[in-house]
């Protein structure tokens, strides 16, 4: 069983498993992006703790529409468990990425550390523990800063960022420290995730209670010790469940999506799990337990002391978050990780922001992968998405 503190660096999913199996030395451009008429160039991105992380760029729109004119940036932020790729699995004119090409923007894509696109190291090796010694907060401080400056200085202008999941906790906890906002325009924060407290998910629940410890769950959640082999028989039983589909897989762990197309669901079980540290899924259970958004916790006293010059983890306050700063934010009535309660208690903590720089829209059907993969998204959150944007270009 895993233990909280001192959590050994490990990946929590082993990549071979999923996606990583598919064409893995094929870049994302030229597995998802070029074949359906659009430019992309990849670009890579060091982070000062040494990860080589991919970007991905859609400059213009289909067959270089749109070029010549001036084009804002757009940072699309994928969330906990998969990568970039989550962004373009439906048709072109039902995938962000794509809308945003098309509709005027200069898309970028980033993969978070350790995804498959993103698994580079200056020194280390994927295979060491070293390599997955970090939870969350790297990201906050090292990946995202990173990928900021390196959109700022290519593109000349400040970005508009689109976070899902954990790139909403990300980034709301870096607004919190006063990060990014001088090179940000506006975010836009879909399935928010700030609090968890209220999580439904009984697969998300009991993950989360292994992963700090509270319950013994021997096998498909405490995977610090689990091998490729085991973790195929674990997802092949799930899917081939008598009355149990690989779709319900997916709803177990996101609540009842409204709107997913089940060949997108089929292409996402292809591409999708991705390999996170076992340390990010503790801290993200912390949160779970403890109802505070804190950095992670090492439980004990000596080695809070060492990261952090106090005995207890520093806490993201939200309330910190500069109260101008344009953002926008769609939650679901049937998401199960991003639960309303919990975001109730995030609007709650920016209830000083200034009305005209706060957009709130919820959305009674949507569960968490609806804002990504639903086909109806298209109409219902990403115009007043890009509108939202187009307002505050400046
Ligand atoms: C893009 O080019 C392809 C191939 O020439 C063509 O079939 C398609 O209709 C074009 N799409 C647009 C939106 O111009
Ligand atoms: C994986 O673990 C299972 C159960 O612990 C074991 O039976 C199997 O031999 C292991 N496979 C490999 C390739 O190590
Ligand atoms: C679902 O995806 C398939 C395959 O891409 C497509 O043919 C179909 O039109 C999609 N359905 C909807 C409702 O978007
Ligand atoms: C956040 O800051 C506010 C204002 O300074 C304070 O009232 C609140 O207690 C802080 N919250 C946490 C969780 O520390």
Redesign the pocket.
């Known amino acids: 069983m895993m233990q909280v503190s001192g959590a050994r660096p490990t990946r929590w999913w082993d990549p071979t498993v999923s996606g990583d199996n598919v064409d893995a030395g094929a870049g994302l451009c030229s597995l998802a992006i070029a074949p359906l008429g659009y430019q992309c160039e990849e670009h890579q991105v060091v982070t000062k703790d040494g990860y080589i992380l991919s970007l991905q760029r859609i400059p213009f729109g289909m067959n270089g529409s749109g070029g010549g004119t001036r084009r804002q940036p757009v940072l699309l932020q994928h969330g906990v468990l998969v990568d970039g790729m989550t962004w373009l699995l439906n048709s072109p004119e039902e995938s962000l990425a794509f809308i945003l090409a098309d509709s005027g923007f200069d898309v970028w894509i980033s993969n978070t550390r350790g995804t498959r696109f993103s698994r580079g190291h200056v020194s280390l090796n994927p295979t060491s523990r070293s390599y997955w010694d970090w939870s969350w907060d790297e990201l906050v401080a090292n990946d995202l800063p990173a990928i900021f400056d390196f959109v700022y200085e290519k593109s000349g202008q400040k970005l508009h960022y689109v976070g899902h999941s954990l790139g909403t906790l990300v980034a709301l906890a870096s607004f919190s420290e006063g990060r990014l906002v001088d090179k940000l325009k506006s975010a836009a924060l879909l399935s928010p995730v700030a609090y968890l407290t209220h999580m439904q998910t009984p697969l998300g629940i009991l993950c989360a209670k292994a992963f700090v410890g509270e319950v013994k769950y021997p096998t498909s959640c405490t995977s610090n010790n689990i091998n490729t082999s085991t973790m195929i028989n674990i997802l092949k039983t799930f899917c081939h469940h008598p009355g149990v589909d690989c779709y319900d897989l997916m709803t177990s762990f996101t609540g009842i999506n409204c709107c997913l197309n089940a060949s997108t669901v089929d292409l996402f079980l292809k591409y999708e799990p991705q390999p996170t540290s076992t340390k990010t899924m503790v801290h993200l259970a912390q949160t779970f337990r403890d109802g505070?958004?804190?950095k992670y916790d090492y439980v004990r006293k000596d080695l809070n002391m060492e990261s952090y010059g106090r005995t207890t983890p520093p806490?993201y306050?939200?309330?910190?978050i500069p109260a101008d700063l344009p953002m926008f934010l769609s939650y679901g009535g049937k998401d199960c990780l991003s639960d309303v309660r919990d975001v109730e208690q995030l609007l709650d903590?920016l209830k000083f922001h200034r009305t005209d720089k706060l957009a709130v829209q919820f959305l009674e059907d949507f569960a968490h992968a609806d804002f990504v993969m639903g086909v109806t998204a298209k109409q219902v959150v990403y115009p007043s998405m890009t509108s939202f944007f187009h307002d505050h270009d400046n």
């Open positions: 505070v958004l804190t806490v306050n939200l309330t910190n903590d």
